[in-house]
């Protein structure tokens, strides 16, 4: 079944930001790690994952609805 | 000699009148420094008998009432180590000192360079080449001189890092290398100091507060052993509205540790990029 998720991706893997992300389409069950093969960003570029504002990993799943926030590691000071 | 002293800081207060009327008794940063000479004492003693006996430092006056005379003597009595002085440690420990925290352990092994000048207010042109900590010294005690600073030029590791954070309430991660944060986060959870990391590349960045039985740093960048030496930092750069912001996020973690008040940010870390004007606090566990 096809819905519709929003997608974030922060400081370095913002380039890789997909046209639709605010309402970017997956298929209900998906993972985060299928969602990033698919926009596409390199999962070892990957550090954090956020679903609706709490920390979840790559092998999540996805029904529909949610926010999801990506991170690189970021270290500068 | 008590008596004594709160009688003489008395003899020398004026009344004056908060923004919205309310009477106080007010203390002018020159009798401080007067009395604090004349006894032989920081500044801070001074302000911190002058707090007690309900008179405010009225270099203080604009943290009060939001503070009580008594959370501001608690700051005057605390120690906070800030653990490198580039953007993020000069912006700390400049917004430190103006807010009176009484003892400042400054530490950076570094010297300043052109490419700090966009960001690092510490660095000007009289200063590049010389010590950041030398810097940090001077500066603090330029903007408020009750504060006693201790300046370490040196970088902290795993063998020196016992002994420059001992005594501290706090220790704040101003760092610019992922592995060296790692080495602080040990060094505050074996010395059992809560240690507040912020961390920025570009207009991106984040801040957490890490208590010594907190998960931490693994919470955010992976295991210790699995980290990349530089972040996405090294292709983006570090631009100086984000690490501003760090630096100040940082330091409202510090007084809320030190004076035990308000949510800190435990176990979430608070991510803001300012592309999108996005501030968000997020759950780590």
Redesign the interface.
């Known amino acids: 079944m096809k819905t519709y998720i929003q997608i974030?991706l922060?400081?370095?893997?913002?380039v890789f930001t997909p046209p639709a992300a605010d309402n970017y389409p997956i298929e209900a069950g998906t993972t985060v790690r299928r969602l990033l093969e698919d926009i596409p960003v390199s999962a070892e570029k990957v550090?954090?994952v956020?679903i609706n504002?709490?920390?979840r990993d790559l092998d999540s799943t996805l029904q529909g609805g949610e926010r999801v926030?990506i991170?690189?590691?970021?270290?500068?000071? | 000699m008590e008596n004594k002293l709160v009688n003489e800081i008395r003899s020398y207060t004026t009344p004056k009148q908060f923004p919205d009327n309310t009477p106080y008794s007010s203390l002018p940063v020159e009798q401080v420094a007067l009395l604090a000479g004349k006894y032989n004492v920081s500044g801070r003693h001074i302000e911190i008998e002058a707090l007690q006996a309900g008179i405010v430092p009225e270099r203080y006056a604009r943290n009060l009432r939001t503070f009580s005379l008594q959370d501001q003597a608690v700051l005057l009595q605390s120690r906070v180590s800030v653990v490198g002085l580039g953007g993020l440690g000069g912006g700390v420990t400049e917004i430190l000192a103006r807010i009176g925290v009484g003892n400042l352990n400054l530490m950076d092994g570094d010297t300043f360079e052109d490419s700090n000048l966009n960001r690092q207010f510490l660095s000007t042109h009289m200063r590049l080449a010389t010590p950041k900590a030398e810097a940090a010294a001077a500066r603090v005690q330029s903007v408020n001189a009750s504060v006693d600073v201790e300046a370490h030029i040196e970088f902290l590791d795993a063998n020196n890092a016992a002994g420059l954070l001992a005594g501290s309430d706090v220790v704040v991660d101003c760092l610019d290398s992922l592995e060296f944060r790692f080495v602080l986060e040990a060094a505050s959870k074996t010395a059992g100091i809560p240690l507040v990391s912020a961390a920025i590349a570009g207009v991106a960045g984040h801040v957490t507060t890490i208590f010594p039985e907190d998960p931490g740093l693994k919470l955010i960048y992976g295991e210790r052993d699995r980290i990349p030496a530089k972040g996405a930092e090294a292709s983006l750069g570090t631009l100086p509205p984000c690490v501003s912001i760090l630096s100040a996020l940082e330091t409202s973690e510090v007084v809320k540790v030190l004076l035990k008040r308000g949510s800190l940010l435990r176990n979430r870390l608070l991510v803001v990029d300012l592309v999108d004007n996005t501030f968000e606090v997020l759950k780590l566990q």
């Open positions: 974030k922060f400081a370095d893997l913002s550090r954090l956020f504002n709490i920390k926030g991170f690189p590691p970021i270290g500068g000071g």
